[in-house]
C-alpha cells in the first residue's frame, strides 16, 4: 500500500484544516488507519486511529473534541478534521496503516507526511 498525505498548511491560531490520505495500491478497507504527527525535536505520537470499517475511532487527549477521523472506503481515503487548531499542534502528520495496535502500533505501512504550521 502507498499512502500520501496532503491537505496541511499555515493556518492561524483557531482555524482549521482538513488532511487527506490517499491510497494507492491496495484497498484500504482492508486496513485499520490512524494518524501521528512529529514535532521539531520531539518523538512522533499517535492522534487518531479508525478501524477498516469506521465504526471504531480512538483519539489522543490532547486532540478530544477538536479533530475527527474519518475515511471512505469508496474512495479509498482516509482524513482528519481539525478545528480549533493551537500553536502546539505544529507539525508533520503522517498517515499510516495496518497496525498490530491502533494505538500503539507498530504500522505497516506509512505515508510522506504534510505539515501543518500554527501561527499568527
Known amino acids: 500500500v502507498q499512502l500520501q498525505a496532503s491537505g496541511g498548511g499555515l493556518v492561524q491560531p483557531g482555524g482549521s484544516l482538513r488532511l487527506s490520505c490517499a491510497a494507492s495500491?491496495?484497498?484500504?478497507?482492508?486496513?485499520?488507519m490512524g494518524w501521528f504527527r512529529q514535532a521539531p525535536g520531539k518523538e512522533r505520537e499517535f492522534v487518531a486511529a479508525?478501524?477498516?470499517?469506521?465504526?471504531?475511532?480512538y483519539y489522543a487527549d490532547f486532540v478530544k473534541g477538536r479533530f475527527t477521523i474519518s475515511r471512505d472506503n469508496a474512495k479509498n481515503a482516509m482524513y482528519l478534521q481539525m478545528n480549533s487548531l493551537k500553536p502546539e499542534d505544529t507539525a508533520v502528520y503522517y498517515c499510516?496503516?495496518?497496525?498490530?495496535?491502533?494505538?500503539?502500533?507498530?504500522?505497516?505501512?506509512w505515508g510522506q507526511g504534510t505539515q501543518v504550521t500554527v501561527s499568527s
Open positions: 499510516a496503516a495496518d497496525p498490530r495496535n491502533m494505538r500503539r502500533g507498530p504500522y505497516d505501512y
Open positions: 495500491g491496495r484497498t484500504l478497507s482492508n486496513y485499520d
Open positions: 479508525i478501524s477498516w470499517s469506521g465504526s471504531s475511532t
